[in-house]
């Protein structure tokens, strides 16, 4: 009734409610709710079900999540996630859900920025040498640049976190809603990241030309060492929390480069190659890496995020440890409910006796 006589209504009074649950209704009626709810709110809508009858609703929501119950497997086919219980929701929102975002935008972006940055060393050395139909680098080199010279250290930027454990971001959801901002992947980034491009394409360009005006084959040689040593710092710029994995594929890359440069020497004209050169080449990447890294530096200093504030407060404070295992503790340590005061949760036992625990060695510190 409410859908057919007061659509309008309806909707603007389930727009102001935080969930909608969808009880005694058709495949149909349930589909036509979240479709409605898209167009009246403008917002992500995720469905979540566990029967045959909501995967109407779940194909028609932004983001399905089904729920592997006794009536079948039918909704968790259907649909975009799929989860054994339901309190395994919160983890997948607050943890799964915010690290894709970040690190899905962070990789986008990054991947532009690669190659948009050769489009502007081949733009400026177009301009420079009267609009000639060279290119700068062959289709091996290109080859080379977008795969296995940079591929593994892009790739492994899936695998970083900007907090230490997802118990954090479970006990913060704070740190869940900075990210519904849209800040990390957004208008003013994109731009940030092409003025990066512009300004470091450029330099790489124009200071080769000044190093190595002698010779083609070195200003081929100094563009594309400069270009992946730059690239690999700006991948050390972007890494909140760094790992073993990370740098050893940063530091494997640039060991294929250095190989490749002497298997295929038609391409590179080794000659030249000495101490001299390879300072030159330090002089570029540094002239073009430097100020970014100092400027994205003070930028995090003055306004740092969320995940840096929790960090450094946790670790300045000494609640680190004890923040990172509290998930832990509350879902597989056996705790007897006869400890419990009154109106105390199972969380709040927790949390008082891993306190206590922590004064206790502060007494015994005291003591000796």
């Known amino acids: 009734m409410c ?3 007061n659509e309008m209504a309806f909707f603007k009074a389930v727009a102001e409610m935080k969930g909608v649950i969808c009880c005694r209704c058709s495949p149909l009626q349930k589909a036509q709710i979240v479709k409605k709810m898209k167009e009246y709110t ?36 259907a649909a975009d996630f799929s989860v054994e219980e339901f309190n395994s929701i919160l983890r997948l929102l607050l943890w799964h859900g915010r ?24 733009a400026i050395f177009t301009i420079i040498f009267y609009f000639c139909s060279i290119p700068v680098f062959n289709n091996y080199l290109l080859l080379g640049y977008a795969t296995y010279y940079t591929f593994l250290p892009v790739f492994c930027l899936v695998f970083q976190q ?7 971001v479970l006990k913060y959801p704070n740190l869940y809603q900075t990210l519904q901002k849209g800040r990390l992947l957004s208008a003013r980034t994109v ?10 394409g450029t330099i790489v360009m124009l200071l080769a030309i000044l190093f190595f005006n002698d010779s083609f084959v070195n200003i081929v040689i100094i563009n594309f060492s400069a270009l992946l040593l730059i690239e690999l710092l700006n991948l050390f710029t972007e890494i909140r929390r760094g790992n073993l994995l990370i740098y050893s594929c940063m530091v ?18 080794l000659s030249s190659v000495g101490i001299i050169f390879i300072l030159k080449v330090l002089a570029i990447t540094a002239i073009a890496w430097i100020p970014v890294h100092i400027i994205k530096w003070i930028c995090n200093k003055v306004n740092p995020s969320e995940a840096s504030k929790i960090n450094q407060h946790l670790h300045a404070s000494g609640e680190f440890e004890l923040e990172v295992c509290f998930i832990t503790l509350i879902t597989h340590i056996p705790v007897s409910y006869t ?30």
């Open 3 to 5: 859908l057919r006589e």
């Open 42 to 77: 403008g917002l992500c809508i995720a469905a979540i079900g566990d029967g045959g009858n909501d995967v109407g609703m779940i194909q028609e929501a932004d983001v399905g999540i089904g729920i592997v119950g006794k009536e079948g497997r039918q909704a968790s086919l």
């Open 99 to 122: 690290m894709s975002y970040l690190r899905t935008a962070l990789l986008g972006q990054f991947v532009v920025h690669r190659g948009l940055i050769v489009s502007i060393v081949q």
């Open 162 to 168: 900007d907090v230490d454990h997802d118990a954090l």
């Open 191 to 200: 731009l940030t990241w092409t003025a990066q491009s512009l300004y470091q």
């Open 252 to 269: 494997l890359s640039f060991m294929v480069y250095v190989a490749s440069v002497w298997i295929f020497k038609e391409y590179f004209d």
């Open 339 to 368: 400890h419990l005061r009154a109106h105390e949760t199972r969380h709040d036992l927790v949390c008082r006796l891993l306190l206590e625990k922590k004064k206790k060695k502060k007494k015994k510190k005291k003591n000796k």
